[in-house]
């Protein structure tokens, strides 16, 4: 009997089944689709960066002072429609607490938007994680160059990524092709 009470409800309720929408194929098919729905205002933030300055409560204090200030940021994401921001030379270097908390909130006001698209962070880890405090400095990319010793390079290159992204930085800009 009971049986044929849960056959009798999942008849009657199959026409409200919906079925999921076909998966996308590609990373391609799904930029194109998210590319699809982007205005035209958005697909301009998204090619706009601009530096952590900009968002900042007062810039000119000292790493362990530094605050987002809620109203430039929610300025820069919502109505610019910024999809990155850099750190710069001036900044100095925050902890790891306070990294976390600079990403967090950026991406917290980007998860807010109309598409949820993530602000990329990008930072220069020149010759180590120089913007992490704590985190390990190497020589310049052209002294380590002068070494020819591509083990030693790849090396320092895995550690300091490693420690960028603890930090919740997912953009390096660095190394370059140092010429000229």
């Given amino acids: 009997m ?10 009657f309720n199959i026409h409200n089944i919906r079925t999921a929408p076909p998966p996308l194929t ?18 301009v933030g ?44 001036d900044t100095g270097a925050y902890s790891l607490t306070q990294w976390h908390t600079i990403i967090g909130k950026i991406q917290d006001e980007a998860r807010d938007t109309r598409l949820h698209i993530p602000v990329l962070y990008g ?10 405090q704590n985190a390990v400095l190497f020589p310049q990319a052209i ?3 002068a070494t020819f010793n591509t083990t030693l390079a790849h090396a320092l290159g895995r550690i300091a990524a490693r420690q960028t992204r603890a930090a919740g ?4 800009l660095h190394p370059q092709v140092d010429i000229g």
């Fill in 46 to 89: 998204q090619m706009t960066q601009i530096t952590i300055h900009l968002i900042l409560k007062d810039p000119s204090k000292p790493p362990p002072e530094i605050e987002v200030d809620p109203a430039k940021l929610t300025i820069a994401i919502k109505d610019y429609k910024v999809g990155s921001i850099l750190n710069v030379a």
């Fill in 143 to 145: 002294a380590l160059a």
């Fill in 26 to 43: 590609s990373y391609d098919d799904q930029v194109n689709a998210l590319l699809n729905q982007m205005t035209d205002e958005e697909k």
């Fill in 123 to 132: 930072i220069d880890s020149i010759h180590g994680a120089s913007y992490i």
């Fill in 2 to 11: 009971t049986l044929l009470v849960i056959l009798l409800i999942f008849t």
């Fill in 169 to 172: 930085i997912p953009w390096n």
